[in-house]
């Protein structure tokens, strides 16, 4: 097999890349710095998306933690693997584009769902319900979740996202009306909830 730059990913002729011109140990130190720039990128990314998606708490909120708790760990797993192939100059062109697109996700899913809900200039709909169970998540995630009773054909519960007030605030037994909006990008979110 022809070896290639591990920085752009062209082929080395005698020991020197044919595009960029580095040497196999320079390549490695750029490609090796890039890829913790890209992961520093990724953990900021994440981090601001926890905010981000309590702001206009979609209603499949768990869903949605749970599909970006698997990129993450997936994304820094291949960022260790990277690495270490990186070190030894393997090659690693594919995986290394397979992870730079990961590394977006969070920043694109943030932005999709603030924009579903700033945007979003429709009328919320109410939906009476009433409340069957209560959660809340302690640590850095702090969310918290009233059960309630799903308006939804072929569902039986709606774990419906609230601030912490309003987590406090209600009880199970309590009859309520959730306020859903449609979003704008068709992802429905939770604009209030109120006692009914
Ligand atoms: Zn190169």
């Given at each position: ?148 009773i799903s308006w939804r054909s072929g569902r039986r519960v709606e ?38």
């Amino acid at each position: 097999m022809i070896p290639r730059c591990l920085d752009c990913g062209a082929e080395m002729d005698g020991g020197q890349c044919a595009a960029c011109g580095l040497t196999p140990a320079a390549a490695e130190i750029l490609c090796r710095r890039r890829l913790l720039r890209r992961t520093a990128a990724f953990l900021l990314g994440a981090l601001a998306f926890m905010p981000a998606s309590h702001w206009y708490p979609p209603l499949e909120l768990d869903s949605v933690l749970i599909f970006i708790g698997v990129v993450f760990f997936v994304t820094l797993g291949l960022a260790v693997w990277l690495e270490r192939r990186a070190r030894r100059r393997e090659p690693m062109e594919a995986l290394k584009r397979i992870f730079f697109a990961l590394v977006i996700v969070p920043w694109l899913l943030g932005s999709l769902l603030v924009i579903n809900g700033s945007f979003d200039t429709q009328k919320p709909e109410a939906r009476v319900t009433s409340v069957v169970g209560k959660f809340s998540m302690p640590g850095v995630l702090h969310s918290s979740r009233l059960v309630v009773i799903s308006w939804r054909s072929g569902r039986r519960v709606e774990r419906v996202p609230v601030s912490r007030a309003d987590f406090d605030r209600f009880r199970r037994g309590d009859a309520i009306e959730v306020q859903v909006q449609e979003g704008l990008a068709g992802i429905p979110w939770v604009y209030a909830v109120r006692r009914r």
